[in-house]
């Protein structure tokens, strides 16, 4: 049985230097779960000179991949590089090179997790992903072990911890979006380029993650319908308050005999449900199961040690399949075929925030138009802020469909007292 095992770390950022330090500051704790040493043997950087915070001696640092995956006494390689296009390349070359892989990159395992995970099993290696989604919450495991015995139909929840971040700083110091966004970059949560989080891009490679695994099926991220924190308008935050709720930036997941249906958008959670508690940088998740019924996830999702602490958990399992001589014998084929809802299949309630100008008869009219698509109302409101641009009316359906939400909206806009549809949200979790 081998007393040492060797990790060659692809990356030294944030995220890696975190996986170093856990891996150097508990070696007794490891020795004592896996009856062998972990200890690291190469990592892989760009910049050879770049002063760095670390114990690491300098001759274990190297620019050249070739050199980690060719080194027979490296056993697993742990990809913390970020991005696509290199990560993808390392991550396959050191699958066809017999190495498993432990990697945080929830961007290539979005995009290309499926045809990665079988390169794995054709040449029976490991290939983990648990820190790709929730940070330091153990989402992945669970849904594939702790789990496994169930049958999932539904998961929610927050996935985005920079998001999340900007709409509690929106709902609890008043702040803008612009200042909020600031303070997210200015403490490490938001990116130089922030858009991938606020456009929602990040939080539906999540749920393109969560949901194939859930659901035993191929998503892709073209299935996922998506909107970001650009489509709420100036006192939406406010109204959501008077009527009870809390927007968040949610994901969504469904599956029934009808197919699949993933999204990602801004939603209206009643104050008393718990997702609408969850704030700033933390994630968290509620998975629906036949027998378990409702779980709920939660957790810091973003952060060094957080995610570091989540790669090194993956680490830990595949060095135990490797003493056990049992890794890469997880197969991950899928079960269903892929199967995608179209939007006459995708029911919610819907809050509506309509622009309308101030004559005697539009409240009737508008009723109408819901009435005419088959939609009921659970509430009608007229704002009582009039103004020389007309007036608002806030109308909060009963369940429809997707479709009949986006027929009435263009019904809505080419009706001559309508002066626009300023917002619509899901509500969720009622």
């Given at each position: 049985m081998k007393n040492e095992i060797n990790i060659g770390l692809l990356g030294f950022g944030v995220v890696g230097s975190g996986v170093a330090k856990i891996l150097q500051n508990h070696q007794e704790d490891l020795r004592h779960k896996l009856g062998a040493s972990v200890g690291i043997k190469k990592v892989l950087v760009k910049d050879l000179y770049k002063k760095r915070d670390t114990s690491l001696?300098?001759?274990?640092?190297?620019?050249?991949?070739?050199?980690?995956?060719?080194?027979?006494?490296?056993?697993?390689?742990?990809?913390?590089m970020g991005g696509i296009g290199e990560a993808k390349d390392a991550i396959e070359?050191?699958?066809?090179?017999?190495?498993?892989?432990?990697?945080?990159?929830?961007?290539?395992?979005?995009?290309?997790?499926?045809?990665?995970?079988?390169?794995?099993?054709?040449?029976?290696?490991?290939?983990?992903?648990?820190?790709?989604?929730?940070?330091?919450?153990?989402?992945?495991?669970?849904?594939?072990?702790?789990?496994a015995s169930d049958?999932?139909?539904?998961?929610?929840?927050?996935?985005?911890?920079?998001?999340?971040?900007?709409?509690?700083?929106?709902?609890?110091?008043?702040?803008?979006?612009?200042?909020?966004?600031?303070?997210?970059?200015?403490?490490?949560?938001?990116e130089a380029d922030p858009s991938a989080d606020v456009d929602?891009?990040?939080?539906?490679?999540?749920?393109?993650?969560?949901?194939?695994?859930?659901?035993?099926?191929?998503?892709?991220?073209?299935?996922?319908?998506?909107?970001?924190?650009?489509e709420i308008r100036d006192g939406d935050l406010e109204l959501a308050e008077q009527f009870g709720y809390t927007v968040k930036l949610a994901g969504s997941a469904r599956k029934d005999e009808d197919g699949v249906e993933v999204a990602v958008e801004p939603v209206f959670f009643p104050?008393?449900?718990?997702?609408?508690?969850?704030?700033?940088?933390?994630?968290?998740?509620?998975?629906?199961?036949?027998?378990?019924?409702?779980?709920?996830?939660?957790g810091p999702g973003a952060g060094s040690m957080p995610t570091a602490t989540s790669v090194t958990g993956d680490i830990v399992a595949a060095c135990r399949n490797l003493l056990l001589d049992v890794n890469g014998k997880r197969p991950h084929v899928m079960q269903y075929e892929r199967k995608v809802k179209n939007d006459r299949e995708k029911y919610s309630r819907y809050f509506h925030r309509i622009h309308v100008k101030d004559e005697v008869g539009v409240l009737?009219?508008?009723?109408?138009?819901?009435?005419?698509?088959?939609?009921?109302?659970?509430?009608?409101?007229?704002?009582?802020?009039?103004?020389?641009?007309?007036?608002?009316?806030?109308?909060?359906?009963?369940?429809?469909?997707?479709?009949?939400?986006?027929?009435?909206?263009?019904?809505?806009?080419?009706?001559?007292?309508?002066?626009?549809?300023?917002?619509?949200?899901?509500?969720?979790?009622?």
């Open positions: 001696s300098s001759d274990v640092f190297t620019s050249d991949l070739q050199t980690i995956l060719e080194d027979p006494s490296i056993d697993i390689i742990v990809e913390v070359s050191s699958l066809r090179a017999g190495k498993g892989v432990v990697t945080a990159n929830k961007d290539v395992m979005a995009e290309y997790g499926r045809e990665l995970l079988e390169l794995a099993d054709v040449n029976n290696c490991d290939l983990l992903f648990e820190a790709s989604v929730g940070g330091g919450i153990p989402l992945i495991r669970t849904l594939e072990d702790g789990l049958r999932i139909s539904a998961l929610m929840g927050i996935v985005n911890g920079t998001t999340n971040f900007i709409l509690t700083k929106m709902k609890h110091e008043k702040m803008s979006y612009e200042d909020a966004l600031m303070e997210a970059t200015e403490l490490g949560f938001a929602g891009i990040d939080a539906a490679r999540k749920m393109v993650i969560l949901a194939s695994l859930s659901f035993s099926t191929e998503v892709r991220l073209e299935d996922v319908f998506v909107r970001g924190l650009k104050n008393s449900h718990p997702l609408a508690s969850v704030n700033n940088e933390f994630n968290a998740v509620y998975i629906y199961g036949d027998a378990v019924g409702e779980t709920m996830f939660y009737t009219k508008l009723t109408a138009i819901y009435s005419a698509h088959g939609a009921s109302l659970a509430t009608v409101v007229q704002d009582s802020n009039k103004s020389e641009s007309g007036a608002e009316l806030i109308f909060i359906t009963h369940k429809i469909s997707r479709q009949q939400h986006l027929d009435i909206a263009n019904e809505l806009n080419e009706t001559p007292e309508v002066i626009g549809l300023l917002s619509h949200y899901r509500v969720e979790g009622e």
